[in-house]
């Protein structure tokens, strides 16, 4: 297995981390009352998170892909790890539009994470180094 790096990506950080271009889909910034995380990965093994209540949840119109490679918290600049990520389903490529055509992604199941409101902005530190 040949094992391709690219560490000259616009995308990544000098640490080889995608945390630089990495934002909030605009749809979770509409409301700011809500503290409710969504695990669609190791976040729902092992929630490091300051929670009151958690719940299955399932999102529509995405799909969960392990597009992504990371160094920072998986993997090394040598052999990246990939992490789970969420694509909405018409940004899917064109090799992926099966997926999209097909119908078998009517969403992602992940849990729900109800946030308490006194540390809620530690917490959000907290899992800012983790994914999903």
Known sequence: MEVIEDTSSP???RNGSCWATARVDPIARQRKDIRIIFGYGSIMWRPALDYTNSFPAKV???VRRFWQSSVDHR???TYPGRVATLLRCEDLPVT???DRDEGEHDG???MAYVLKDDN???TMKVISGLTG
């Open 60 to 62: 529509k119109g995405f």
């Open 96 to 98: 992926s539009a099966r």
């Open 108 to 110: 992602v199941w992940g």
């Open 120 to 122: 809620f902005d530690e």
């Open 11 to 13: 995308d990544l950080d």
């Open 75 to 77: 993997g090394t600049p």
